[in-house]
């Protein structure tokens, strides 16, 4: 029986084994199509699932703080119908915005990690690790620096800064194509680079805004309202969109490019689109909220585990992505009492145990 199966996790099928590379595929899982794409059905139960928990952890946002609410009060404040005006301001004008942002721009996070992951067919591919996500820090780094602290003109740079990092990654690593583990390489080296240059940035400029460009380079949410989480959650759904069109090229990608070839795709302009929108989608998200790390590098593997989905999956990255941020916000919030940490401090602690651990998984698969 043949199969037209292309979501499988890596480069070769092996004849009559029904796997890919050694790991087992289930062709008989049921799916469904979704605007002519088809989809895992338990891929989809998993996200939904996931992302609930994720809206119980934004709802938990709405609720705690300083200013206690129960939950009749956290309604009546989304409408801007609760009796006392505080609570409307609480609910409406400084709560809601966090928690759209830690959902939207988590999910943003995830799609990007897998487009990421998908190209390079590693768990380490991801946008923070291969230097885009550094790329955008550095341009928005120099907007402040130069042109003030506005989210128009951060997100400006940080958007230059990613795609002019992600075309010098991609010349310094073709030969004949992109190849995965190059990327890899090539990106770490060059984000060595940009931190180095990113600090001295940060000592030459002047203070007040070398503070604030540290602040927003920490990774917050921290005072995140209307105006700049609006935009940016509108470019990010775009953009993941976007990056959603091409899940089916994607998924073929990861059999490798003779195969991908020889069912049609054309490989190398798909996946210069691809890391085109993934490296304006990370920017996005940085531009708003400064760099957070690791949520791009775990939510990927995280979904695909918790899923059994064969290769990655931007629907359960997006989903864990948003989990992770808005659960790891509300830590960063609540954990300390009074003392509010940025965000990106939370996600670098989890992510670098998650780091350690895939590592570890990693070294053990190639004995």
């Known amino acids: 029986m043949k199969s037209t199966n292309t979501s499988a996790p890596s480069a070769e099928l092996v004849p009559g084994k029904g796997s890919v590379a050694g790991e087992k595929i289930d062709f008989g899982r049921p ?3 979704v605007f002519g794409h088809r ?3 338990r891929v ?35 409408f801007g119908q609760a009796e006392k005006r505080i609570v409307n301001t609480v609910v409406g004008e400084w709560r809601a915005p ?8 988590g999910a943003g996070l995830g799609v990007s990690g897998a487009v990421f992951q998908s190209l390079t067919r590693n768990p380490l591919g991801s946008p923070d690790i291969i230097g885009f996500s550094t790329g955008a820090y550095t341009g928005g780094i120099v907007t402040i620096i130069f042109f003030g602290t506005s989210f128009v003109s951060t997100a400006f740079g940080a958007i230059v800064g990613g795609i002019l990092t992600a075309a010098l990654v991609y010349v310094l690593t073709w030969k004949g194509g992109v190849q995965g583990f190059r990327l890899i390489i090539v990106g770490i080296a060059l984000t060595a680079m940009l931190n180095a240059f990113n600090t001295w940035l940060i000592m030459r400029a002047d ?7 540290a602040t927003w380079g920490a990774g917050s949410l921290n005072g995140m309202g209307w105006s700049t989480i609006l935009p940016a959650a509108i470019g990010t759904i775009l953009l993941g969109l976007g990056c959603g069109l091409f899940a089916r090229d994607l998924g073929t990608l990861e059999l490798g490019d003779d195969t991908a070839k020889a069912l049609g795709v054309r490989n190398e302009p798909v996946r210069a689109v691809l890391i085109l929108v993934a490296v304006a989608l990370v920017a996005v998200v ?3 909220a400064g760099p957070i790390a690791f949520v791009a590098l775990a939510a990927p593997q995280i ?43 939370v996600t670098v602690c989890i992510g670098g145990i998650y780091l350690i651990w895939l590592l570890i998984q990693e070294a053990r698969k190639a004995q």
């Open 31 to 33: 799916m469904v199509r």
């Open 39 to 41: 989809i895992d059905v």
């Open 303 to 345: 979904g695909r585990r918790i899923a059994k989905a064969q290769g990655t999956s931007m629907l359960s990255a997006a989903a864990v992505g948003a989990l992770l941020l808005v659960a790891a916000d509300l830590i960063a919030q609540h954990a300390l009492g009074d003392i509010q940490l940025p965000v990106g401090v």
């Open 207 to 213: 203070l007040d805004l070398a503070m604030a460009a």
């Open 44 to 78: 989809v139960a998993t996200a939904g699932i996931v992302m609930l928990l994720a809206l119980a952890c934004g709802f938990a946002g709405l609720l705690l703080g300083k200013f206690s609410l129960t939950p009749i009060e956290v309604f009546q404040g989304l």
């Open 98 to 105: 966090r928690v759209l942002a830690g959902i939207v721009l």
């Open 286 to 288: 940085t531009a708003a």
